[in-house]
């Protein structure tokens, strides 16, 4: 379908030249363009500008336009790409939650086997069909807060044959709805029980009888560890790395969230696309990650439940680094995949400008599931996914507004997919 909306109050994340992520001051720089309308033709953005350069010489636009809107008073923005989730699970944790609050640490719940082998467990009893029903209503639900891409990771089967009814899920989800979605082989998310005085050989397990079907299926775009204390170490970690590397699979990691974990050197050393989480970051962590090609990623809603120390995201900046922010969605320790409440969490508690924070949920996270060439920004030829927030009086509304709702609609590929009008 075409689509001109017009009389646009400003058109956000909007450059001619795409970039594929931005960095240091750059970060605190979002184009926007005042005034203006945006035309799109079979899902992908075709044209954009200010509205008197529509009038004069692209009037063709109303006519081949199948539905023309007007934006008076609103900003368009491009939906938010989630680059770290683990929205397919099975049933909740609300019991550990309550636990938390009456003060048992994650690592305390862990211990006793709660957390993710809960998940687990639940996991590998609930049915294909079943985890697809649960996750698709999840999908549904993060389109309507305005996300448009997502990496969903596998990590609660923890046996072969769940790790891989995960990933189909993941494959069907793909199929079946319009946003964009990257799979990540997470089998090393944590140690099984039995497993637990030889954590080696479920990491045999991970490479030798997981990552060859999953490969041979195409099940996964990336593949990550949990990399961290009383979970996976570095060397276990490089393992796997190098399995996965062996199938074309580049890594994507959970690193230094309960310490400093030898993540990131791990990260970085392997070329990893992201590396995620980052409350324990060192200045050497900084300095590795500065002559690399590894987004430095952090999720603000896993830190808030969990009340973990904050990333260092204002040193990061500073020091000249790319940022990304996504939301971890998953069932312990981030039971929430609102991008809107990321989006303020990012300036309130870690100190990003609105334009820092923006671009962190958009074009760097973009970069982080390896789609900023289609999305993240409004450029031409990208896909035409975008919010159209409702009437209000700037873009540094959107994260001040915080848990409140800004959005009007939510286009992906040019198509409506939610409108509170
Ligand atoms: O990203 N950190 C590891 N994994 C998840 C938590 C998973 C869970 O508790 O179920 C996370 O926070
Ligand atoms: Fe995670």
Redesign the pocket.
Known sequence: MNLLIINIKQLLQAEAKCKTFVSGKQMAKLPAIKDAFLYVESGRIMDFGKMNELNIGRERYFSMSEKIIDASNKFILPTWCDS?T?LV?AGS?EK?FVDKVRGLS?EEI?KRGG??L??AALLQQTSEDELYEQSAERIKEIIALGTGAVEI?S??GLTPEAEIKMLRVIKRLKENFPIKIKATF?GA??IPLEYRSNSDEYVDIVINEMLPVIAAEELADYIDV?C?KG?FTPEQTERILMAGMKYGLRAKL?AN??DHSGGIEVGVKYGAISV??LEYVSENDIELLKDSDTMPTI?PG?AFF?NLPLAPARQMIDAGLPVAFAS?Y?????PSGNMNLVLSMACIRYKLLPEEAINACTINSAYAMGISETHGSISIGKSASFIITKPIPSYEFIPYSFGNHVIESVYINGELQKSYA
Do not use: M, Q, V
């Open positions: 770290h683990h699970y944790r550990e994650y862990a957390g993710i809960n998940s990771k990590g609660y997470l998310h944590t949990f961290d979970f959970h969230e309960l995620d989480h999720l896993s969990l971890d998953n069932p312990g320790s981030c």
